[in-house]
């Protein structure tokens, strides 16, 4: 019980000290948890799986079954959708924490265990992923944590078939990494036997059951074997994919893999090298065949398990090119499975926790954090996240900006007259806008549009993920205001216009497609200032659209 409330209280630590390095905008997470916000709602709102009322059905978000946990626990509005994320995150969190040092401790004791739970929470990103994005990562780090510590440690209980029937319904990489983990854990038990045939086959088909049902539901719902959000990022060459996935392995490297790789290789070696045996084999003509032999009994079954597990979470975002976010969201699962491993295979004192404990916590400030700030302590301690939590509230606000300049501060209209005086609003952070407006919004990236997700099966552009805008389709759904934001003065409105759009090279530009040197458009759209009620905002506005607006000011800056 102590243990719980330690562990408890050393999350609740991390939370808050993460979030005050973060700022306010944490609370309602990233834009893509907003998008999971927008599905729950109209779940319970009774629209059923769609990205706006009255829309067409659409998958637009990765895991179903952590919108499932969403929906069920903020029913009733007993808790808003974002505490019960939250919640989740934490509660997920406590329990794969909890798993870990329940290995740890039966091997190498308490001291271990804990020295395991620090360096998983010190490793950058790791509290982000985990508790504060809410994303559905920390449910699927505690599934796989089950499936892979029963893999390897056992008890083959109902815990183990249930979390290897929960991976493809968490997350596409369950449909690999489930049967993965079923074969495995048949090897720790009978080795490279026929004995093993059997149990692996059976085993391997309870996730293959499993992802075969989601693909049938998904299959007679949507119409595709896979979520929208895959169609909308996943580009159909593989060369791309691949080019894109060794970027995003750099780029997860350099801001959180780099300590636990290193440590996880060096105690590796470690393990390797201690048998002296290991050492004359290097001056044996025989040395390749031996070597191997020794390496094989230095390394148990459960080890060799985890270590391939480990080795096969970090390669799969290569094949699917990752994404763009820092902190290697899709290898969060690596980093508990290495920090247990290392604590289970290294033997621990008070004074080495306390040395290994410090430099974990100078490596969270991380190195490049030091080299991209030149030093400067303060800017070491920057989120490289936080952006991503502010375009959720930017969108919240703008929103909010655009209901009030067409509605007023109190308006009495029902739900289907307020979609109706609202215009339809072309978004590319398709989230926390979403979530707060009463209108329409058209995704113009495609994660909840299925048309545009599929216009072009080839994704290039400067961001991973984003980069499915086409012109075609945009011109047929043909939204009356997009890309919209906030500014002061129509100068820093037109400044941050040219800055973003007004060339060839500019990041919001090329994401899409260039679309302002296009005739239809600039026939079709102008950049405009929109006021009402007090209230101003900018953005791009279709030229026929102020006849439908009239007590709503328009002035063309552009």
């Known amino acids: 019980m102590r243990n719980a409330i330690v562990l408890l209280a ?101 001291v271990a265990s804990w020295f395991a739970v620090v360096a998983i929470l010190a490793t950058p990103g790791v509290i982000d992923w985990m508790m504060m994005a809410r994303l559905e990562t920390p449910l699927w780090v505690l599934v796989l944590a089950v499936a892979g510590l ?3 440690y056992g008890p083959y209980d109902k815990w183990y078939y249930m979390a290897l029937a929960a991976l493809p319904i968490i997350r596409p990489e369950g449909i690999v990494l489930g049967p993965l983990v079923a074969v495995a854990a048949c090897y720790v038990c009978h080795g490279v036997t026929r004995a093993v045939v059997r149990p692996a086959l ?49 780029n997860a490297a350099y801001t959180t893999m780099w300590v636990p790789i290193l440590v996880f290789v060096l105690v590796m070696l470690w393990i390797v090298l201690r048998d002296s045996r290991i050492s004359r084999a ?56 290495i920090w247990m491993l290392v604590a289970r295979k290294v033997s621990f004192i008070g004074w080495r926790l306390a040395a290994a404990t410090g430099v974990l916590v100078v490596m969270n400030i991380s190195l490049p954090y030091f080299i991209n700030a030149k030093g400067r302590p303060l800017h070491a301690l920057h989120n ?11 969108g919240r606000m703008e929103a909010d900006a655009i209901e009030h300049i067409h509605l007023g501060i109190s308006h009495r209209l029902s739900n289907s007259q307020v979609r109706g005086s609202l215009p339809r609003w072309g978004v590319t952070s398709a989230g926390g806008t979403a979530y707060a407006y009463a209108g329409e919004c058209v995704d113009l990236l495609g994660l909840n549009n299925p048309k545009m997700a599929r216009a072009n099966a080839r994704k290039s552009g400067p961001i991973h993920g984003h980069s499915s805008f086409n012109a075609d389709v945009f011109f047929e759904q043909r939204p009356d205001i997009l890309c919209v934001f906030g500014a002061g003065n129509d100068s820093t409105a037109l400044l941050r216009f040219h800055t973003e759009w007004d060339s060839t090279t500019a990041t919001q530009n090329v994401m899409h497609g260039n ?21 101003s905002i900018y953005g791009f506005v279709r030229r026929d659209y102020p006849a439908k607006a009239p007590s709503v000011s328009f002035a063309f800056l552009h």
Not at 298 to 305: K, N
Not at 515 to 535: H, K, M
């Open 150 to 152: 029963r893999m390897a």
């Open 282 to 337: 290097f001056i044996s003509r025989a040395f390749i065949s031996r070597a191997f032999a020794f390496i094989s009994r230095a390394f148990t079954r459960p080890t060799q398990t985890i270590c391939m597990l480990v080795v096969a979470i970090l390669v799969l975002p290569v094949l699917t090119g990752g994404d763009h976010f820092p902190y290697a969201r899709f290898q969060m699962p690596a980093v508990v499975f």
């Open 515 to 535: 679309i302002v040197a296009d005739p239809r458009f600039a026939r079709e759209y102008g950049f405009a200032r929109l006021t009402n009620n007090g209230v």
């Open 202 to 250: 059976l085993c391997a088909a309870i996730p293959i059951t499993s992802a075969l049902l989601l693909t049938a539901v998904r299959l007679a719902v949507f119409g595709v074997p896979l979520p929208n959000t895959y169609y909308a990022k996943v580009s159909s060459s593989f060369a791309d994919n691949l080019a894109n996935g060794l970027t995003y392995i750099q």
């Open 384 to 394: 490289m996240l936080r952006q991503e939590y502010n375009i959720a509230r930017d």
């Open 10 to 110: 050393l999350l609740a630590c991390a939370l808050i000290a993460r979030a005050f390095v973060t700022g306010s905008a944490w609370w309602i997470g990233i834009d893509d948890a907003n998008i999971y916000y927008v599905y729950a709602r109209n779940i319970l709102s009774g629209h059923g799986i769609v990205y706006a009322p009255g829309g067409e059905l659409v998958e637009g978000f990765t895991s179903p079954l952590w919108l499932l946990l969403l929906v069920v626990f903020s029913a009733g509005n007993i808790v808003s959708v974002e505490a019960a994320s939250l919640l989740l995150g934490i509660v997920c969190t406590f329990i794969a924490l909890w798993l870990v040092m329940g290995v740890v401790r039966t091997h190498r004791g308490g």
